[in-house]
């Protein structure tokens, strides 16, 4: 089905399934553990060995030597894998660093080896046993002192946030100089890891030249093709499964060393292999949200119009890496008639940077947010009454392109209603709450849509059962919920009537989870096999299929009827069809925007920082499911809250790696640092998105999170924080005093 005009009426409009709330189809199973997760697939594998993966002990440099005697001669080991026993390898498209290094060594914890054993604890203690010399070499692990040297680079995210190196509208320089109020200032982020609860893992089993391998991945048909390209065999001669994702947040977008290590193991073994990564090569072994220093300059009139707006951002990566996009929201969220947007990358030996949720907007917005928060201070405006001056109806780079929904001001002005903005104290440090400093923030929240192809197939079996296959993903998100909506909206049955299956590569290409993309293209494309599966079943019954209603388990036309099940009778109907695009998305300008509200106290003697209260006013389309949205958005607020108070990947610039690698070191929000959340979605059907008329909605939830709580802090102490995450010693000898 190609979508290529704005959708009009269809069966979705009818919203009797699709847009309620409904319990999530793997609840049961995930707080039961009966969902099988990629190490658990023990039905599936009979005699599985172990592995265990040898990260290497230093930045950059070669590993002169190593010496394996010893850990093959341990009890239990089968297998021991390394760069040169591995055989010759490729390196998927996706990948930056070589996921299996040696004798080179591109950064702290690449895999260099895979032990096999019998069990976990014996692959582990022969692990132990390798003994290998390194030849250290000179590495660029200080992002600042790189940075000097960094050339202007473009780049993408592969999630949709992208800048050229330089981009460039009217005169920035000559329109900032001549501003009569002005703002010129520097923020930074850190390295942050996706620290998901479920590590990378993977089980590997080949049978002849064929593998099948059991693994946590967002993007199937990307992992299948980087596979495949790693191993040098062909695509088709492998499957990926996993049906059950513990967390990804961008992470596991990409195939990782996980699934080419328990294959190589396997392989060597003869037998299946079971993998998991430990923690500390979450960190430093995969992909993390790379740093950024961000430099923001605005102009404006005494009114509050901006005139002039510049924002660069510069990250690291290792060679051949992208930069972090963390300019694109600045490039089309607020009104200005010259601009610049730049981005530098510099070349580092640090763990390979890549996508993390909200890739682009959830750094740039923390800094974006902050700075206009700053300048409508120095305007003596309110907050809000700025963001909404210098609102756009269309894309500021491309005044011909209109949005095709954009409902920014109402999220701020409903959300300030709602959060009881009119009651905030202008004048910072003001309000107190026994020993707390008590302030109020806000900040805008800006993603795009992004259309992908996406199929699915679609069964009618015995009792009118309908099947849905498609190899998109459930990272947590809800997929199998408003895919099997989705489905019964269309055939007309309840959601317990629809089977929903997912994760296979032996299913059809899908969008895959990440980039806030999945949800809205994954059920577009169910959408199209099933307007197929309707005209199968209109046929069959010998009905007109063009005034063919499904409804209640029944199919009408005209004045017949029959029982949707009466069309299986004769055999199943299979349909399969997938979503492509048109130009729509050239015509007008696909984005979902909110509104976060976050009200904190400091403790006016030891300078912790506590949130008490949070909201997000969202427009993202048409919301499938708002009891799964609202999870998905409160998860992001928590993320938000993390990054903004206690995440950050600590850098030892002499040996490049991140210290403070496990969840001991690596802090992040737990129950008790989460007040209650708010979340409003407004009304919002977006017909040129897609026949769902929706977008995404998980990322949004996070961009801008991070900037509310650092403006909240602000108002509530008088000290401004440039610097994530913002911890205590930030702040705290210029409290205001006690006395």
Known sequence: ??????????????????????????????????????????????????????????????????????????????????????????????????????????????????????????????????????????????????????????????????????????????????????????????????????????????????????????????????????????????????????????????????????????????????????????????????????????????????????????????PGGSPETAVNQTKKLYAGANRMISMHLAEIDLPEGNAMRAPGEAPGLMALEIAMDEMAEKLGIDPIAFRIKNDTQVDPEKPERTYSERQLVRCLEDGAKRFGWSRRNAKPAQVRDGRWLVGMGVAAAFRDHINMASGARVRLGKGGVVTVETDMTDIGTGSYTIIAQTAAEMMGVPVDAVVVKLGDSDFPVSAGSGGQFGAANATAGVYAACVKLREAVAQRLGFNSADTMFEGGKVRSGNRSADLAQAANAGELVAEDKIEYGKLDKTYQLSTFGAHFVEVGVDAFTGVTRVRRMLAVCAAGRILNPQTARSQVIGAMTMGVGGALMEELTVDTRFGFFVNHDLAGYEVPVHADIPHQEVVFLEEADDKANPMKAKGVGELGLCGVGAAVANAVYNATGVRIRDYPMTLDKHLERLPALV
């Open 1 to 318: 089905m190609k979508f290529e005009t704005p959708s009009g009426d269809n069966p979705i409009d009818r919203m009797t399934v699709v847009g309620r709330a409904h319990t999530r189809i793997d609840g049961p199973l995930k707080t039961t553990g009966t969902a099988p997760y990629a190490y658990e697939h023990h039905r599936e594998i009979a005699n599985p060995a172990y592995g265990y993966v040898v990260g290497a002990a230093i930045g950059k440099g070669r590993i002169s030597a190593i010496d394996l005697a010893q850990a093959k001669a341990a009890p239990g080991v089968v297998a021991i894998v390394t760069a040169d026993t591995a055989g010759k390898l490729g390196k998927g498209k996706f990948n930056t660093a070589k996921l299996l290094g040696g004798p080179e060594i591109d950064h702290y914890h690449q895999a260099i080896a895979i032990v096999v054993a019998e069990t976990f604890e014996q692959a582990r203690a022969a692990a132990a046993l390798i003994r290998i010399d390194y030849a250290r070499a000179d590495g660029r692990f200080d992002l600042d002192e790189a940075l000097k040297t960094a050339p202007l680079t473009g780049g993408s995210s592969d999630e949709g946030s992208a800048s050229p190196g330089i981009d460039r509208v009217g005169h920035f320089e000559q329109a900032f100089a001549a501003a009569p109020v002005k703002l010129d200032a520097h923020y930074s982020t850190p390295d942050q890891s996706h620290a998901m609860m479920e590590p990378f893992a993977s089980i590997a089993s080949w049978r002849g030249d064929a593998l099948t391998v059991w693994t946590s991945n967002q993007m199937i048909d990307w992992g299948r093709g980087d596979l495949a390209r790693t191993l040098g065999i062909p695509k088709d001669k492998v499957r990926l499964v996993s049906p059950y994702v513990g967390g990804g947040f961008g992470g596991k977008l990409f195939l990782r060393s996980d699934a080419v290590l328990a294959a190589l193991g396997a392989r060597a073994a003869g037998r299946p292999v079971k993998l998991a990564l430990q923690r500390p090569l979450i960190a430093n072994n995969t992909t993390h949200r790379p740093a950024t220093r961000q430099h923001i300059r605005i102009g404006a009139t005494k009114d509050g119009t901006i005139t002039a707006i510049a924002h660069d951002s510069g990250s690291g990566d290792q």
